[in-house]
């Protein structure tokens, strides 16, 4: 049985035509699909006799809520169980321009960056399109709300899961899918060098990419996020601009200060020289306290005067509104058990 959201609507239209059907249905049940139905039957302009195969040959079975956390600030954080029992969370964030949803694409992760709570959780598998589509689906129907942007900052390595996120970004962006713009929808990186390649070459695709830095010296980065290991920040700076060059596209890149780790006004000198010259932004993120964490934040006077420095010296660079900390919905603080411990 094959999961029915998994498919943009070109490869719809070629199962409905491999099952015996006339490729147009594949719209007909693409529409009802982006309305969020809970069962075939629901589908009232198509025959019993279609029905009755999609029945037999696919699902169409929602994400279930196993439980929401609300914040101060009217951020929502949604604990959800898949149809095998594992859970994932997504993350629901209210700005001026609209609505915002952080959503996951792998149950865990792999990549081990000791300043993220998914990290120590492990890894089980990676999400399916259509498990990532229905993350979207699913918080709309919940919160009564339409979602204009999309961040792949949840739970696991997007670039890790390529396809499957690919595939789910063309679902999203697809008028007859989500509708969502592709320059509403970003992609977080711990630095996958030849996937970050890989995704400059993808012509069809103006999604914003973000690079989780965190450092611009190796030593520092590799005691973050072991990734490091395999590449280097040199490597990841010839990456990002390759992606500039093929694509003409600003990257963001992210820095969450730690105290007393990488934010002095050294560094913030050394992460200028890094990255001048190049199309970018620097989000400052102030690290967010995990479970056992080994990190402390730095002081609101050390993350504006970091700021500042990379202002003066031509790199754009802002601070993170904080959304969420107080239900550990904010940056590096998602992970996917049921059992939701206070820090």
Not at 109 to 120: D, E, I, L, V
Not at 196 to 206: M, P, V
Not at 231 to 255: Q, W
């Amino acid at each position: 049985m094959k999961n029915i959201k998994d498919f943009t609507l070109s490869e719809l239209e070629d199962e409905l035509v491999s099952i015996g059907e006339k490729k147009y249905r594949a719209k007909q049940i693409y529409a009802w699909i982006f309305r969020n139905v809970d069962s075939f039957d629901e589908m009232t302009d198509l025959s019993k006799e279609l029905i009755q195969k999609l029945k037999e040959n696919y699902y169409i079975k929602n994400l279930e809520v196993a439980n929401l956390l609300k914040s101060k600030d009217g951020t929502i954080k949604y604990l959800f169980r898949l149809n095998d029992g594992n859970c994932i969370e997504s993350v629901l964030m209210q700005y001026k321009f609209g609505y915002s949803a952080c959503v996951s694409n792998q149950v865990g992760c792999k990549m081990g960056c000791n300043f993220c709570a998914s990290a120590r959780i492990g890894f089980v598998r990676s999400l399916t399109a259509g498990e990532i589509v229905s993350q979207i689906l699913e918080i709309q129907k919940q919160a009564d709300v339409k979602i204009s942007n999309v961040v792949f900052m949840g739970i696991g390595e997007p670039l890790d899961n390529y396809e499957n996120v690919m595939r789910a970004i063309h679902i999203i962006n697809d008028p007859k899918g989500l509708n969502i713009g592709a320059r509403h929808i970003s992609i977080s990186t711990c630095g996958l060098v030849p996937k970050i390649i890989q995704l400059a070459d993808e012509n069809d695709l103006q999604c914003n990419l973000c690079i989780s830095l965190h450092s611009s010296r190796d030593e520092v980065r590799t005691s973050m996020m072991p990734i490091n290991k395999k590449y280097s920040i040199k490597e990841v700076i010839d990456a990002c601009r390759y992606y500039i060059e093929k694509t003409n596209r600003r990257i963001t890149f992210e820095y969450a200060l730690v105290d007393g780790v990488n934010d002095s006004l050294d560094d913030a000198d050394h992460l200028a020289k890094l990255l001048k010259g190049m199309l970018c932004h620097v989000n400052l993120i102030p690290i967010n306290k995990i479970k056992d964490g080994i990190y402390e934040k730095s002081s609101t006077k050390k993350i504006l005067a970091f700021r500042d420095r990379l202002n003066d010296k031509g790199i754009v660079a802002t601070v993170r509104r904080e959304l969420g900390s107080d239900i550990s919905a904010a940056c590096g603080q998602l992970v996917r058990s049921e059992k939701q411990d206070n820090l």
